[in-house]
């Protein structure tokens, strides 16, 4: 019986992986790999249980980063509120 090759998990399934570390000013920063999400904070404490946070306290990959680590948000997407017409914002103002 041959043995069937490994191959990576579907993107879904594979656990996150944050970077974390400490920016020039001091603060703790942390974003993760697709530079989807992240955050500023004033102590590890915080930054390490955002992530916990957004991992759902699953499996996590954490990379602590040496050296100056600055939150890059120019990268990070941005999800745009809708637009409504000017009668469903009346109606949404009345209801």
């Known amino acids: 019986m041959t043995k069937a090759p490994e191959s990576e998990p579907p993107l879904g399934l594979r656990?996150?992986?944050f970077m974390v570390g400490q920016n020039s000013r001091g603060n703790w920063v942390v974003r993760d790999q697709s530079g989807l999400r992240g955050g500023?904070?004033?102590?590890?404490?915080e930054a390490l249980r955002y992530v916990r946070f957004e991992s759902?306290?699953?499996?996590?990959?954490?990379v602590m980063v040496s050296g100056a680590f600055e939150l890059d948000t120019g990268g990070?997407?941005?999800?745009i509120a809708p637009q409504f017409k000017a009668e469903?914002?009346?109606e949404r103002l009345v209801a």
């Open 56 to 62: 759902g306290d699953r499996l996590t990959a954490i």
């Open 15 to 17: 656990p996150p992986i």
């Open 76 to 79: 990070m997407k941005r999800t």
């Open 40 to 45: 500023l904070f004033v102590g590890r404490a």
């Open 88 to 90: 469903e914002q009346r």
